[in-house]
């Protein structure tokens, strides 16, 4: 059972930076794709950023493509997400999930654990 804890969230100002953690537990983030995703309040859970066990395949939602970056250091069992240049519209509730396979996955239903969640709130 992997088990997955986000950091990093908080408040920041529009055009600010954050950048977001998430470590792995109990069989590691290592094996897996994994990708980060979010949910603000009223509207459905989206990904933002998908990446392949390898790092060879990388997926960006259009919403954020230039301005964020994601990443993973499989030694350490984590992977991060670095956004920049922040918008009001990126206030969200961010996941990090991973699937159980090794390629780039940008299938919600293709992710089988979750993080709780950290929440990015960004003010104009």
């Known amino acids: 059972q992997v088990q997955l804890v986000e950091s990093g969230g908080g408040l920041v100002q529009a055009g600010g930076s954050l950048r977001l953690s998430c470590v792995a537990s109990g069989g590691g983030l290592s094996a897996y794709g994994m990708g980060w995703f979010r949910q603000a309040p009223g509207k459905e859970r989206e990904i933002v950023a998908a990446?392949?066990?390898?790092?060879?395949?990388?997926y960006y939602g259009d919403s954020v493509k230039g301005r964020f970056t994601i990443s993973r250091d499989n030694g350490k069992n984590s992977g991060y997400l670095q956004m920049n240049s922040l918008k009001p519209e990126d206030t969200a509730v961010y996941y990090c999930?991973?699937?159980?396979?090794?390629?780039?996955?940008?299938?919600?239903?293709?992710?089988?654990?979750w993080g709780q969640g950290t929440r990015v709130t960004v003010s104009s």
């Open positions: 999930a991973t699937t159980r396979s090794a390629i780039l996955r940008t299938t919600i239903s293709e992710y089988v654990y």
């Open positions: 990446l392949s066990r390898g790092g060879g395949g990388i």
